[in-house]
């Protein structure tokens, strides 16, 4: 894949470059003629000179590009206005073309326009990642994120994504990129990353886009083993016994990375997840049990805004604790508060067992006093667990963690009437 795409653009760096010159207007004029081209070359060269000269801006400049967008490519209301009427009047298939032009922003063209140069995709993306940055202190530009957001959310769908094994042979150039965006448990050298590639209990796999061919864009490690493990310090141990994949029976996903900061909000995860599980089926028919090792990131401080922090050290406490937390502890919107839950819970899987000693680092201490949770994959129940879930925010956990939540109910119960009774 990288191959060709790598003679396409070539092909077309080619048919352009003679028709490449410096423009020296100014950026808002550039904008404006791009908007209005009707050429292919000269859309091209155009788009091309606002890329490079977007990327050699400040960041005052660059969010001045961005508040330009927001006030000068907007919907024209009036505009909306007439044709939502005229629609309303007469609606065929002409009023409905005049609807949804209106409705627009010059803002969607604009970024459609730069995306006919070769790479440009990949510049969008840094684009994004910027125009995010901005948001932080001007929450006004959120609209124009929407339109990035609604734009990657067609350019970037599952039909594009292509599922790549990554293994120590796979190019240095895509291996330095997998040990910089690993997010979950960091990899500290070529060793430690052999050590999650190469033996034949381990596997990777990331998407990539055809556009970002030697960037992936989200990847997620895989150990091979016998039950599940209790901790990821059995999972990494450098001492650990490598067993034959024919001796697995579980798929521990131990790690899942987003690699592409511009890309926020746009789910791949859940793809990826099925996707790896139905290809380790086949390939493996000896699996029965597809669970994750995952991080309760928001379990510390749930339990410092609860008073129960000093709690953690008892590893029995800890367990209920944490079962409590992921199954009844809920945001505003009514969605479970732990982000890490939220993810596993709509791809469909159960909260299957509570490691109170799962991450011993100083991450993992700081995170969640230690502890990790096994979601499951039940291959039978995936899509029903998704499904009430997506419609009920229903939370779907075994008979263990159920009964421990439980536990933790009667332990607090207790404690207030304990309390009161003083």
Known sequence: MSILADLLQTLFERRYANAA???????????????????????????REILDRYAGLKDDEKRAVFEYMLEEMDIDVPSAEAALKAYSAAPNKYSYRTLCRAVEPDRQEFARRLNQVPGATRELVRMRADLLRFCRDNPSLGIVDLDFRHLFYSWFNRGFLVLRQISWATPAEILEK??????VHAIQSWDGLRSRLQPEDRRCFAFFHPAMPDEPLIFVEVAL?????????DVLADSREVISRERANTAVFYSISNCQAGLAGVSFGNSLIKQVVSDLSRELPGLSTFVTLSPIPGLVNWLSANDVAADIDDPDRLRTLA???????????????????????????VVEKIHPRGDLSDKGIAQSGGAMVSYLYDLARIEQNHEDYANQLKVVASKEVTELARSAHKS???????ATDD
């Open 178 to 183: 997998i040990i910089a965006y690993e997010s």
């Open 21 to 47: 010159s410096r423009d020296d207007r100014p950026l808002p004029a550039l904008f404006r003629e791009l908007l209005t081209s009707r050429g292919e070359v000269s859309g091209v060269q155009l788009a």
């Open 323 to 349: 079962a409590r937390y992921l199954l009844e502890a809920k945001s505003d919107d009514g969605r479970p508060l732990d982000p890490v839950a939220r993810f596993h819970l709509n791809n469909g899987a």
């Open 412 to 418: 607090r119960h207790q404690s207030d009437r304990s």
């Open 225 to 233: 083993t016998r039950g599940v493990p209790a901790s990821i310090q």
